[in-house]
């Protein structure tokens, strides 16, 4: 057995009690928080970064899919069109502090309590049920008491260590999609530029293809051997990209040393991928590295078992369902987990439903799941990860637990078609 030490037991002062306690502000947290406040729930939202958002703020995935109908997420992206913070009406590249401030006033307009730099460290599971969480702070290890909790953290953390079920990738090795980390640039002239929205944009940049471009210097090592691709999405701020090119396969983002050996390795890529585009995109001559993101880019660790498990033929057939929380849109989009095979997105036939099933974990009462772990295939979340989508599931989520307390009942028997009325009422969009 490994060395160990063990921790003395001590007494944690309750620093507060609250109706829904929220951990994870990323697109799931802040949607399941201020879907529970808004429907009268008192909740306090646990971030340990230091803005909502997760992925869509802290870790620069400034460009956002148009693929969810309606709802919060058609809210937000209406404030942010009216502001010019949005390069379409409901996708492309936002303007990231603009998404900051909304997010908190969002949160705050609900009556939703942040507390940020604050890390959710352990669950409070009492006779099979979540009735709170431990916070680690400056202000040491406190206790927060909740009559629901939400898991929002992107990767299950709490659930797993509840004990709750999950699986960690693909079923025949477990291998996780790569990680990557994004970054601006800054001084492009977007009137000769081009955007490059997908691996099978092989728009012609004068030199050649843009995708046959990056795979010619990765063949010649003056890209790493894991860039292969050209991603370039245009933002709102004159002269702003953001680059999606960064890339490493084998890290599981669940684990301390892998998430170190990321940060390092995807810092060392920027300057090569930035001189790739400097030399082969027309527009960036003088263009230069704003900033990278400040949290690693993670598109898959653990999904939890729910009692119903999403399926990649429940999305490729458009699958509707009784207790469906929302419409989505997203192609089966796996970058491959060698690293060096592209990627490939198959595109369903219409918008899926997200049975309600799929938030609610096995083994314990009390916790729902928001983002992008719910209970989903490998396939099927590779397709649902996208932030719209994450933050429709947070509104179900959030809304469940308002019904839940509400009729003094586990959100396990939240009746799922009335959720949906529910959330119909609240313009999430159930169409055709
Ligand atoms: C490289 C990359 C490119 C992408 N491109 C796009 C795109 O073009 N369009 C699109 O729509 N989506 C895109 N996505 C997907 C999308 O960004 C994420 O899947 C989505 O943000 C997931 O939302 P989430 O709320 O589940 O998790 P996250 O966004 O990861 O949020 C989780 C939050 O929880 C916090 N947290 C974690 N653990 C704890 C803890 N223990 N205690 C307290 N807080 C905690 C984190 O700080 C974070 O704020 C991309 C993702 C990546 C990585």
Not at 116 to 136: D, L, Q, S, Y
Not at 291 to 312: A, C, H, N, Q
């Amino acid at each position: 057995m490994a060395d160990v030490y063990r921790e003395e037991a001590r007494d944690l002062p309750v620093m507060a009690e609250t109706d829904v306690v929220v951990a994870g502000g990323g697109p799931g947290g802040l949607g399941a928080a201020i879907a529970a406040a808004r429907s009268g729930a008192q909740t306090i939202l646990v971030e340990s970064q230091g803005c909502l958002g997760g992925q869509a703020t802290a870790a620069l995935v400034v460009t956002w899919s148009s693929s969810w109908r309606g709802g919060l997420y058609g809210e937000i992206c209406a404030r942010l069109w009216k502001d010019g913070a949005i390069v379409k009406p409901t996708s492309g590249g936002t303007d990231v502090e603009t998404v900051k401030r909304l997010f908190d006033e969002l949160a705050l307009e609900a009556g939703v309590s942040l507390l940020f730099n604050a890390w959710a460290a352990m669950p409070i599971v009492e006779k099979g049920r979540a009735t709170g969480v431990i916070v680690e702070s400056k202000s040491g290890r406190q206790a927060i008491r909740a009559k629901r909790v939400v898991d929002a953290t992107g990767d299950v953390d709490l659930a797993a260590r509840a004990g709750c079920p999950f699986h960690k990738g693909r079923d025949k090795d477990g291998l996780l999609q790569p990680s990557s980390l994004m970054f601006r640039m800054g001084g492009v002239d977007k009137s000769q530029a081009v955007e490059v929205g997908s691996f099978e944009d092989n728009v012609e940049l004068g030199g050649g293809g843009a995708q046959d471009l990056a795979r010619a210097y990765s063949d010649r090592g003056e890209l790493p051997e894991f860039v292969r691709h050209t991603l370039v999405y245009f933002l709102p701020a004159t002269g702003e990209v953001m680059i999606n090119m960064t890339n490493i396969p084998h890290v599981d983002a669940t684990k301390l040393q892998d998430i170190s050996r990321a940060y390092i390795e995807l810092r060392r890529q920027i300057p090569a991928v930035a001189a790739f585009l400097r030399a082969e995109m027309p527009g960036f001559k003088d263009a230069y590295v704003v900033d990278s993101g400040w949290l690693l880019g993670v598109r898959e660790t653990r999904r939890i078992v729910g009692s119903y498990i999403l399926s990649k033929d429940d999305v490729m057939a458009g699958r509707r369902f009784e207790d469906g929380i929302g419409q989505a849109l997203f192609a089966v989009d796996i970058h491959d987990v060698a690293g060096d095979r592209g990627t490939s997105a198959e595109r369903p036939r219409r918008h899926y439903e997200i049975p309600y099933r799929c938030l609610v974990p096995e083994n314990i009462e009390n916790l729902l799941v928001a983002g992008r772990p719910i209970s989903a295939t490998h396939e099927a979340h590779a397709s649902l990860r996208v932030i719209p989508i994450c933050i429709g599931i947070g509104q179900a989520a959030g809304t469940a637990m308002a019904m839940s307390l509400e009729d003094h009942a586990a959100p396990r028997q939240v009746d799922g078609a009335g959720l949906k009325r529910r959330l119909a009422t609240m313009g999430v969009a159930f169409e055709d």
